[in-house]
């Protein structure tokens, strides 16, 4: 069974500093993890993906994020945070299950706020 | 952009009516989904669907929900007999049909349920 823990309900930053939104999960097989955005009645945007490839992953607006396996994380980074940053993010984790469907598991979200 | 659209964005009925939640998936996609979150908790899986069946359901997903693709444009998600446990938000996905690899699910902005 699959499963993600976000370490952090709600971080404010200033703007202009950095980000750091942890996710820790929790995986029977290889694991394709996601970071996923909602800003206020929007819907989900995919910020960025792992699938096996680079370990470094980088999405779109500055965000990154690093697969670790040792230490089960995929935390998100961006190294100066803007404005129109603060928005609810979401790590996911995904299995195959079958061809073509996927089952996304999310985390509980991080409120990311910005102080002009 | 294509974007998957949901109506209405805010229902509200009595405990007990029937509801039915309106989605139209991006045009070309073939997988949809529905997720549903319940306020202060985590995005969860329902239902995938694909060649006019389900795919996968999750054990949210109970005789009191069932899905449609009624006319080709619109996925449906109806709850037939709704309970006070049914508030949340519900959000539509759909993704393009690709044999391998993970296939984005790209997010309607989600329908606020109130059942009182």
């Known amino acids: 069974a699959q499963s993600v823990t976000q370490l952090d309900s709600h971080v404010s930053v200033s703007e202009g500093t950095p980000v750091l939104l942890r996710c820790n999960y929790s995986s029977s097989y290889s694991p394709s993890l996601f970071w996923y955005v909602q800003h206020p009645n929007k819907g989900l945007q995919l910020l960025l993906k792992?699938?096996?490839?680079?370990?470094l992953v980088k999405g779109i607006n500055g965000f990154e994020a690093e697969f670790k396996k040792s230490e089960t994380s995929f935390h998100l980074t961006k190294p100066s945070a803007h404005m129109s940053d603060a928005a609810e993010y979401f790590c996911v984790v995904s299995e195959d299950s079958g061809a073509g469907s996927y089952q996304l598991t999310f985390g509980k979200g991080t409120k990311l706020s910005v102080i002009p | 952009e294509p974007e998957v659209t949901q109506t209405p964005s805010h229902q509200v009925t009595q405990m007990g009516q029937e509801v039915i939640l309106r989605c139209v998936p991006i045009s070309n996609h073939l997988y949809f989904y529905w997720y549903r979150q319940i306020l202060g908790q985590k995005v969860e899986f329902l239902v995938s669907?694909?060649?006019?069946?389900?795919?996968?359901k999750s054990e949210i997903f109970d005789d009191q929900f069932s899905v449609e693709r009624p006319d080709g444009s619109n996925f449906t998600l109806k709850i037939r007999s709704t309970k006070l446990e049914d508030s949340a938000m519900y959000f539509c996905?759909?993704?393009?049909?690709?044999?391998?690899?993970?296939?984005?699910?790209?997010f309607g902005p989600g329908t606020r349920l109130t059942v009182l």
């Open positions: 669907f694909y060649n006019n069946e389900i795919s996968e």
């Open positions: 792992y699938t096996s490839a680079a370990t």
């Open positions: 996905a759909s993704s393009e049909f690709r044999a391998q690899g993970f296939n984005e699910q790209f």
